[in-house]
């Protein structure tokens, strides 16, 4: 997979050099490129920004500048296979594992990480109606952040991961929060078996894996009912057993009109 980011602070995206992210690179599997946007600059003050029309506090980016640089990193034959124009931003859509999921599929991602108030609209309206490409705005969660590189750097590493090759174990990808089941992951424990009078639960030493699995199941429920409510709500009551049943109306959950319910 290629990917091109394109920054007025390319040094913030230095951390890509680290890790298995690194380790992507450095065997192959992900071909990033970190860009300067104002090297797409044409003024001797390399200017990105100006003033918003209408008024207002802030600045917003220029789309002449990102026209020119998005042009140069998207390629000729990308009718095809279409690459993915990826801004961050507070006001997109929220990135989810799902999300991570579809991106880790394609070919070319293009990441434009905006600062100060944005990126002028007509940029994603542009790019909107080029058949090379497919925009999406897409925000971290319900805070602000200075600029997009953040979030650059954490929608590189979500759909790096997710690349073959990358993560040892692929198994490891099974079992972690947001996958497959819809809940959290349940906790983990590795030795001494006491830590200042702390013990890890006996089940996971009984070496009896049905027992274990169990009760990283109801762990796991647990979790997801104390900390994210509204993925409760979303399971499909239908792809619980019974036991997952018994659990959660413990906690306060039942199925009502075949959807789970708070009581
Ligand atoms: Cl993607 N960008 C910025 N600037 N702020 C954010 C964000 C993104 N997601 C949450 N806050």
């Not at 009551?237 to 009581?263: H, I, K, N, S």
Request: proline share 6%; charged share 25%.
């Amino acid at each position: 997979m290629r990917i091109d980011v394109l920054s007025i602070f390319p040094a913030y995206l230095a951390p890509l050099d680290l890790s298995l992210v690194g380790k992507a690179r450095t065997a192959g599997i992900l071909d990033l490129r970190v860009h300067d946007l104002r090297d797409w600059t044409t003024d001797r003050h390399r200017t990105v920004d100006d003033t918003p029309f209408g008024g207002g506090a802030g600045m917003v980016m220029r789309p002449d500048v990102w026209g020119a640089a998005i042009d140069d990193v998207l390629g000729a034959d990308e009718r095809e296979r279409p690459a993915r124009l990826l801004v961050p931003t507070p006001s997109g859509e929220p990135l989810t594992q799902r999300t991570a999921e579809a991106l880790a599929a394609e070919q070319h991602l293009v990441v434009a990480c905006g600062r100060y108030e944005g990126i002028d609209a007509r940029v994603a309206e542009h790019y909107g109606a080029d058949e090379r490409v497919r925009v999406s705005e897409f925000s971290l969660g319900d805070y602000v952040l200075n600029g997009g590189e953040v979030a650059a750097l954490v929608l590189v590493e979500a759909v790096a991961r997710l690349l073959p090759g990358v993560v040892g174990n692929p198994h490891s990808l099974v079992e972690e929060s947001h996958g497959e089941a819809g809940l959290l992951e349940y906790p983990v424990y590795t030795k001494p078996p006491s830590w200042r009078g702390h013990d890890v639960p006996d089940v996971l030493l009984s070496g009896h894996h049905g027992r274990v699995e169990r009760w990283r199941r109801d762990e796991a429920l647990r979790r997801t009912v104390l900390r994210r409510p509204d993925m409760i709500a979303a399971l499909d009551p239908d792809a619980l057993d019974r036991t997952d049943l018994a659990v959660l109306e413990e906690l306060g959950w039942v199925v009502v009109d075949g959807a789970l319910v708070a009581r």
